[in-house]
């Protein structure tokens, strides 16, 4: 079975302080994709980064940045000097690769609060 | 360029009701997946199409839901007989190619509230 879960539901930090967001996911496949989206008050979904999982080398990109250790089944992201802005539900996903149906697995998603 | 669109963004309906919600994909895009979100929930999939093709409706959650996609382009989530259950965000996504080798970009969503 494919599952993803975020543990973490609500997380709240002060400006400028790191926050970690953690991912964990389940799957039989070997193949796959893991996904961060942010989703703002506004609804939309945002895509933040794919991951295939053969690629494990960590990523960063400004003061995000993701960990995934396939010997965990994790991947976290870190939000380094975070900002108010930064304030969302953030969700982690998983897609299987190479089926008809390409559709994307997410977990409950962690509400992030960037207290000023 | 422009992103995917969904009209209407909010929804009230009475019980029984029937609704329908739209979503124009990025253009040029061959997938859509329709999905929904209920409150303090990750999204869920509903259905996909390929071009005109709907491949997987598996998480239609009853005979209720239908969507279509007649001419590849824009789609249409219609719900018979709304039930407060059906209360949710429903969310449309779109990505470039068939096989799924690449992202999905969401819509801002339609917001169902069924009283």
């Known amino acids: 079975a494919q599952k993803v879960t975020q543990a973490q539901t609500e997380i709240s930090v002060v400006e400028k302080e790191d926050v970690t967001l953690d991912c964990v996911y389940e799957?039989?496949?070997?193949?796959?994709?893991l996904f961060w989206y942010k989703q703002p008050p506004s609804g939309e979904l945002v895509f933040l980064i794919r991951?295939?999982?053969?690629?494990?080398q960590n990523e960063i990109s400004g003061r995000y940045s993701w960990n995934f250790q396939k010997s965990t089944s994790s991947f976290n992201f870190t939000i380094t000097a975070s900002q108010v802005v930064d304030s969302a539900v953030y969700f982690c996903a998983l897609r299987n690769y190479g089926g008809a149906t390409n559709k994307l697995i997410f977990g409950t998603g962690t509400l992030l609060a960037i207290q000023p | 360029g422009a992103g995917v669109s969904q009209s209407p963004r909010y929804k009230v309906a009475k019980r029984g009701q029937d609704v329908a919600l739209r979503c124009d994909p990025i253009?040029?895009?061959?997938?859509l997946f329709w999905y929904q979100q209920a409150l303090g929930q990750g999204p869920e999939f509903l259905t996909y199409?390929?071009?005109?093709?709907?491949?997987?409706k598996s998480g239609l959650p009853s005979d209720r839901f239908f969507a279509e996609r007649p001419e590849g382009s824009v789609s249409t989530l219609k719900i018979q007989r709304t039930q407060q259950e059906d209360s949710a965000v429903y969310l449309c996504?779109?990505?470039?190619?068939?096989?799924?080798?690449?992202?999905?970009?969401f819509g801002p969503g339609t917001r169902l509230t069924v009283l």
């Open positions: 799957t039989r496949d070997t193949t796959y994709y």
């Open positions: 991951r295939n999982s053969f690629d494990e």
């Open positions: 996504a779109s990505s470039p190619l068939a096989g799924g080798t690449d992202t999905q970009y």
């Open positions: 199409f390929q071009n005109e093709a709907q491949l997987d």
């Open positions: 253009s040029g895009h061959v997938s």
